[in-house]
């Protein structure tokens, strides 16, 4: 039985007191209702992993497709190539490629997040068994698991050819990437709509200008004595993601709320 | 089967959108009518369950529609009164997309589609893309997603809006058909949709239901109100200001026939003539016309 319904007929129940229930007047009232629930058409309904994987074809192709495209550039950039010979980039530039790499593979949601709103898909979606969390929620994952790949491959490469440790790396890598999708997620949710996809685009490549600027005029916070800021910014960004994340979620449970989250 | 609508209310900050609305919804076709900015449209999305009511609520079956959840869009199928496309989808990929939306499985998906697409004589363009179709068929195609789990409630918003005549006589067979034993809410300005195939009809304005009935007792409210009368043609200005002019026909010898809606005659030699429902559409929303289709 639905949860919801389940609890709404327990506190009925609870809040009669003085009730008596005839064993007799139960058993015929289960009795009733199975009777009522198997006249009822039979509906077979795929479950949610099902789900996913057809949602695979409709936005997993895309989004992968363009995320190939980066993966054969972290090849590129940071694995086969000697990253010396790559124009006048040197190993010591690493740490600014990863940031800006990062915020390209955050880039690569941009497109598919607000798609719905931009489309005028939205009430037809909403009104389906599926529901717009969950879409949103399905369509971030197969982003997230393109994007987490990305990650991870560009991380080993960059390990390899990196002068300093896997952990500096992962934090050159990981908090311009939670910047970016922070501050998409925040355009995406306030901004104008029909306006979102190009100032997170113009957003991000602000984001990538000023972790060039920073490099050139404040190097030093590129060394190990900075890691454990890095660190707690990428902590508290995680946690604004996370919460970002779960207000577009809320939000977009109702039209009139969520006209701008998706 | 029945949904119920409870005194439903949507306030905004600066306008009451629908007001204490109650309705009770039984299995049939029911028309919604009412004037651009009456409220149909919010009440249609608050029914659908994706506006949230300030106050109010709405029953299926005796249970919130919020409490039921996915069990109440299972049995629902939608159609808004605005919707898109993604650009690359063709109008299979868009059903099989709605079907998995619908949670519909993939063996039942293809064999739905065919047949809808043979009913709504779609299935020439099936592998077109959405958007190089015409406004009409792009509607068909609105209509075959929200009939696609064979829903047991039909809200349609506006559904034969850019479908030519013959369109509209086809759609308004699919749906008799089909709303034998479902509930079935069509809101539109065309009078003449509605007027055929409606067991009831509610006429909404500012927000509030002002009349529930079949079509034959909303009619007999003008009885004695609509009249028909010939004039010269040079004199129509003058009586256009006077009196509700439902139509205007061209007769020999420069005169006009007017059908107009009065509480009593005003033009002369004017005759009683039998009501319609487009006559109190006129008569109840008098600033506002009626979508004049051709009755075929």
């Known amino acids: 039985m639905n949860k919801k319904l389940r609890s709404e007929l327990q506190a009925a129940l609870k809040s009669q007191t003085d009730l008596k229930i005839s064993e007799e007047h139960l058993m015929q009232t289960i009795r009733a209702s199975r009777m009522a629930y198997q006249s009822r058409r039979q509906r077979e309904r795929i479950r949610y992993p099902a789900f996913l994987l057809r949602q695979v074809r409709f936005v997993g192709a895309p ?200 | 089967m029945e949904l119920t609508i409870q005194e439903l209310t949507k306030r905004y900050k600066d306008k009451t959108a629908v007001n204490n ?99 709504l004589t779609l299935a020439d363009v099936r592998s077109k893309h959405i958007r190089k179709l015409s406004g009409g068929m792009q509607r068909r195609v609105g209509i075959a997603q929200a009939l696609l789990n064979d829903p047991d409630i039909l809200i349609l918003d506006e559904p034969t809006s850019g479908l030519d005549p013959g369109e509209r006589i086809r759609f308004r067979n699919i749906l008799s058909e089909f709303a034998q034993q479902r509930i079935v809410l069509i809101s539109t300005h065309i009078v003449s949709d509605v007027e055929y195939i409606a067991n009831r009809n509610a006429i909404m304005k500012d927000g509030k239901i002002i009349a529930v009935d079949t079509t034959d007792e909303l009619v007999k409210m003008m009885d004695g109100k609509v009249w028909q009368g010939t004039i010269p043609a040079e004199q129509l200005h003058h009586y256009e200001r006077t009196v509700r002019v439902v139509s205007v026909r061209n007769e020999d010898g420069g005169n006009v026939s007017v059908r107009y809606v009065a509480e009593n005659s005003s033009l002369p030699n004017s005759q009683a003539t039998a009501p319609r429902l487009e006559d109190l559409y006129l008569w109840l929303f008098r600033g506002e016309e009626a979508v004049k289709e051709d009755v075929v």
């Open chain 1, 63 to 262: 989004v992968w497709l363009l995320q190939g495209f980066l993966l054969l550039c972290a090849f590129w950039l940071f694995g086969f190539g000697d990253i010396g010979t790559v124009s006048n980039l040197a190993p010591r530039h690493l740490p600014v490629l990863l940031g800006c790499f990062a915020v390209f593979i955050a880039m690569t949601s941009i497109p598919f997040i607000g798609r719905s709103a931009q489309y005028r898909m939205l009430e037809t979606e909403m009104a389906t068994r599926i529901s717009i969390p969950k879409l949103l929620l399905t369509r971030i994952f197969i982003i997230g698991i393109g994007n987490v790949l990305l990650l991870t491959v560009s991380f080993l490469l960059a390990s390899t050819k990196a002068e300093f440790g896997a952990g500096s790396v992962a934090l050159f890598l990981l908090l311009p990437y939670l910047v970016a999708c922070c501050g998409c997620l925040f355009i995406q949710a306030y901004a104008h709509r029909g306006y979102q996809g190009f100032i997170s685009t113009a957003f991000c490549f602000s984001l990538t200008a000023l972790l060039f600027v920073l490099y050139k005029t404040a190097p030093m916070v590129y060394e190990q004595a900075f890691a454990p800021i890095w660190g707690a910014l990428c902590t508290l960004c995680a946690v604004i993601l996370i919460i970002g994340i779960y207000r577009l979620l809320d939000k977009s449970a109702s039209l009139d709320l969520s006209l701008n989250g998706i």
């Open chain 2, 21 to 119: 609305v109650s309705l009770t919804l039984t299995p049939g076709v029911w028309g919604l009518l009412g004037a651009n900015g009456a409220g149909k449209t919010t009440l249609m999305r608050m029914v659908a369950g994706i506006l949230t009511p300030t106050s109010g609520k709405v029953q299926y079956d005796g249970i919130e529609i919020k409490t039921l959840g996915e069990a109440y869009r299972d049995v629902f199928g939608y159609l808004p009164q605005n919707f898109g496309f993604y650009p690359e989808f063709t109008v299979t990929d868009y059903l099989q997309y709605m079907a998995s939306l619908k949670g519909l499985p993939k063996k039942d998906t293809n064999l739905k589609i065919d047949e809808l697409l043979h009913q």
